[in-house]
């Protein structure tokens, strides 16, 4: 089964950075299609916010205009997912989750459009870790 575990959040002051990672695990196992694996964050009463996303198979990245050119997302071959996160500002305080959304349905491969952080809706999700930015 699909587990996924984050690290790497902690406190820093605005400007500064942080690397996320993501250790994901039964992802695949037994199926032929490839997944959209995203960063999510979630403040204090706000509403969840998809920040990045990467499609395993091919590595395209896709970004929320609030983070673009700030954070970049990136994974290895072990299926490790990473956010580095630049230029931190106090807004992007909140809990960062990682999650997965399979790009297929039993045989079916979905189109890579379906890996848009506005629409998925991923099927398994981490624990979270939070980061805070102090102005």
């Known amino acids: 089964y699909v587990q996924l575990e984050e690290s790497g959040g902690g406190s820093v002051q605005a400007g500064g950075s942080l690397r996320l990672t993501c250790v994901a695990s039964?992802?695949?196992?037994?199926?032929?299609?490839?997944?959209?694996m995203a960063w999510f964050r979630q403040a204090p009463g706000k509403e969840r916010e998809g920040v990045a996303a990467i499609i395993l198979s091919d590595g395209s990245t896709r970004y929320a205009d609030s983070v673009k050119g700030r954070f970049t997302m990136s994974k290895d071959n072990a299926k490790n997912l990473y956010l580095q996160m630049d230029s931190l500002k106090p807004g992007d305080t909140a809990m960062y989750y990682c999650?997965?959304?399979?790009?297929?349905?039993?045989?079916?491969?979905?189109?890579?459009?379906?890996?848009?952080?506005?629409?998925?809706?991923?099927?398994?999700w981490g624990q979270g870790t939070q980061v805070t930015v102090s102005s």
């Open positions: 039964g992802l695949g196992d037994g199926t032929g299609g490839t997944y959209c």
């Open positions: 999650a997965a959304e399979p790009l297929f349905f039993g045989a079916i491969a979905l189109p890579a459009s379906s890996c848009d952080l506005a629409t998925i809706t991923p099927d398994y």
